[in-house]
Nanobody, 131 residues
């Protein structure tokens, strides 16, 4: 249902652009976004957007460096990652707020005072940032 791609290995200060292809079945979803999981750490919210609106949300750690965007016609979500740091090293998962029975629950994030449950499918894409 969601296929993340675009990860890779870069040096600190570099950039990557992650892509997420969503199947049409995903669009009872109203939000899409990204979580990450670093080695030995819990899953963390990275960014999200409202699929049919203009609101975007970012974790404090990525504000000003990462930009989430979408292409509604192609059912694609992107994460432009600039000024990458070694602490950004993680597996990045594309997520929606439309969990089905086969989804992996990533977490509940409060956005605009509303709890949003995000879920993902697949293996994610690895981002490795070296110092």
């Amino acid at each position: 249902q969601l296929q993340a791609s675009g990860g890779g290995s870069v040096q600190a200060g570099g950039s990557l652009r992650l892509s997420c292809a969503a199947s049409g079945r995903m669009f009872p979803a109203s939000m899409m976004g990204w979580f990450c999981r670093a080695p030995g750490k819990e899953r963390q919210f990275v960014a999200a957007l409202v699929w049919s609106g203009s609101s975007t949300y970012y974790a404090d750690s990525v504000k000003g460096r990462f930009t989430i965007s979408r292409d509604n016609a192609k059912n694609m979500v992107y994460l432009q990652m600039n000024s990458l740091k070694p602490e950004d090293t993680a597996v990045y998962f594309c997520v929606t707020d439309y969990p089905t029975s086969s989804a992996q629950i990533m977490g509940v994030i409060e956005l605009d005072d509303n709890p949003v449950l995000f879920a993902s499918w697949g293996q994610g894409t690895q981002v490795t940032v070296s110092s």
